[in-house]
């Protein structure tokens, strides 16, 4: 048990450094700054990013739970989570990151959500400073938890088909060795494949990447 409160613990810790990151460079580049979610600004993405947190986060971590058992959400809870994006995009740029700057809901940095939240940060902040040619960063925090879940999140669209991955010389599968697709490269640029930004990401990949072209986008 200690162990494992260790990692949950440093997982935390790292999700809100990621945060704080994030909002610093959210403010740096201002709300035109284009980004890798599509036709989506710098403000839309914070918009997006700051209406995982309203009431206290409850509502988020509840959602973050159950798909960490590996239940997806549906279309309708998607199509609501737009309309709150669409309400705080409303409210302005400054007052989002005014919002951002304050801490985050400590039920985010709870036990396995503490994983999403950290993959969430570092994807979309990853999103913002990529569109934007900032390059690669030294100081990642320890993303093999974030790569543990995507994977897991993945298992049920690959159906038939194993995938590989490896980072840092560590070997993570899922599904059967046959046919299988082998990914292998930085932590961050595995993780950014497994969120469906294969364009972004700097990876070797092996196998037959057809059998599951396009990679979904992780839905946050």
Known sequence: MAASAAVSGDTAGAFV?????FVATIAALGPEAPTLCGP?????LAAH????????GVPTYVGRAVVHRGI????????QADRIVRVNRRKGFDWIVHRLRQPPPSLLARGSVAVMSLLESWIHHEDLRRANELGRRPDEPDLAPCIDWALRYHRSLLRDVGLRVSFDGERRSVGPSTP????AGP??????????????????V????????PMPRLRF
């Open 49 to 56: 990013y700051i209406s995982g947190e309203r009431l206290a």
């Open 180 to 183: 299988s697709i082998t990914v």
């Open 72 to 79: 997806r959400l549906g279309d309708r809870l998607a199509a």
């Open 187 to 204: 932590p961050g640029e595995v993780l950014l494949w497994l969120a469906g930004r294969p364009a972004a990401a700097g990876v070797e």
């Open 17 to 21: 450094r990621e945060r704080a990151a």
């Open 40 to 44: 989506w600004t710098c403000e839309d």
């Open 206 to 213: 092996g196998g037959d990447p057809e059998a599951i072209t």
